[in-house]
């Protein structure tokens, strides 16, 4: 009887969903769901279609009339179960219902809407002439002399570089270029040095200190000895693999120290840093730790504060002072600071007052000390703020 009642109601629904809505309710008979148990009764109202606009009244009543006797548009209910589990009749959709079409995304993505979009956005991403001129003007890096940018990109020093170029052996955009002043950009001009192009791309600038041992000198020109760069093989070994399409650095000292002095030397492949650091107008002090073989008394202190004669020019230290005496060290031992940096400065210092150097370490550059931990012949990378503490402001 259950199933008779609902097919009766499902056509009756379908037959009154063809008709306008009216808006006028009306009630019509009672439906009747029976059940095992108990019926459950509906009372289902109607609307009258809406007037139509721009037609003449009697029209408009005659068309009402018809409707009036005809079938009518069912305003359709929502038959839930209610918390009692008992099914019961409303006129709007439960709030679950609402919630999850709000949620819903009713349209469907179009890719091909999607592809026009993205390129579009691509098109407006692109900068101006204007942009890009300000930019070229204030960000972009100027053209620089051959000699400089063959030097960066690890040909060889500047110096020889130079000697390259006055040998033809420097080929600039199909041309032989004779002039290392000459301006170029690495990016856009076509280098060639001995038959083989200059990469576009120059490696970037590294920053190492270096706690170096004795026996090594910082030049690399000479065969006969152990050069500072050989200290750095590991780093260039494993250089294309950490950074893959870049040409290795070529790495030089700045400044140097003498094959018997040991301790702090900076490293690097800056060119213009190199220069900066180790220019006398930097004025960075330079702190050294001196063991002497004799006894050294107040009158040595004396004549190694007022200085001594080198290459004409008088030099004289910052500071002079005896450190107290260590029990595992049986020599006296002198920290002596200079700025100048003369070639053997503070050999000639401490030879002037009558004193014999057993052995001399640089430990302090600037207001950057060398690493306790750093261990003879081992390198560490400096960052930003070592930089800073050596005056470099770039």
């Known amino acids: ?193 001995n038959g083989r192009r200059l990469p576009k791309k120059l490696p970037p600038k590294v920053y190492f200190a270096l706690n170096k041992p004795k026996g090594y000198i910082c030049s690399s020109g000479e065969k006969e000895s152990k050069s500072v760069q050989n200290l750095f093989d590991d780093f260039l070994k494993s250089w294309n693999k950490r950074n893959p399409g870049l040409p290795k650095p070529r790495l030089f000292t700045v400044g140097r120290l003498d094959v018997a002095t040991t301790g702090l030397i900076i490293v690097t492949n800056d060119g213009d840093f190199a220069q900066t650091i180790s220019h006398p107008s930097s004025m960075l002090s330079k702190e050294y730790i001196a063991s002497v073989d004799s006894v050294v008394n107040k009158k040595h202190l004396i004549a190694i504060s007022e200085g001594t004669v080198i290459d004409g020019v008088h030099c004289t230290p910052d500071s002079v002072e005896l450190l107290p005496k260590q029990p595992d060290v049986s020599r006296a031992r002198l920290r002596i600071v200079v700025h100048e940096g003369r070639n053997h400065e503070v050999r000639e210092l401490v030879k002037n007052a009558g004193l014999e150097i057993h052995s001399l370490k640089r430990i302090r550059i600037g207001g950057f000390r060398l690493p306790a931990d750093l261990g003879i012949g081992k390198h560490v990378e400096l960052k930003q703020a070592n930089l800073k503490l050596l005056g470099w402001k770039s």
């Open 1 to 193: 009887m259950a199933s008779v009642a609902t097919t009766s109601t499902a056509t009756l629904f379908s037959s009154l969903l063809k008709r306008p809505s009216l808006p006028v309710f009306r009630t019509i008979p009672r439906i009747t769901c029976s059940s095992s148990s108990s019926p459950i009764q509906f009372n289902i109202s109607f609307a009258p279609p809406k007037p139509k606009k721009n037609l003449p009244l009697q029209q408009l009543q005659d068309d009402h009339d018809d409707d009036s006797g005809g079938s009518q548009q069912l305003l359709i209910p929502w038959i839930i179960r209610g918390e009692d589990g008992k099914l019961k009749l409303q006129t709007h959709p439960p709030a679950r219902v609402i919630h999850s079409h709000a949620l819903a995304d009713t349209k469907t993505p179009n890719p091909i809407k999607k592809k026009k979009t993205q390129s579009a956005g691509t098109k407006d991403s692109k900068l101006s002439k204007a942009a890009r001129r300000f930019y070229n003007e204030n960000f972009k890096e100027p053209p620089e002399r051959l000699s400089k940018v063959l030097a960066a990109a690890g040909v060889a020093s500047r110096r020889s570089s130079e000697e390259l170029i006055f040998e033809g052996r420097v080929n600039v955009n199909g041309s032989v270029c004779k002039t290392p002043q000459t301006k170029v950009d690495p990016t856009k001009d076509i280098i060639y040095v």
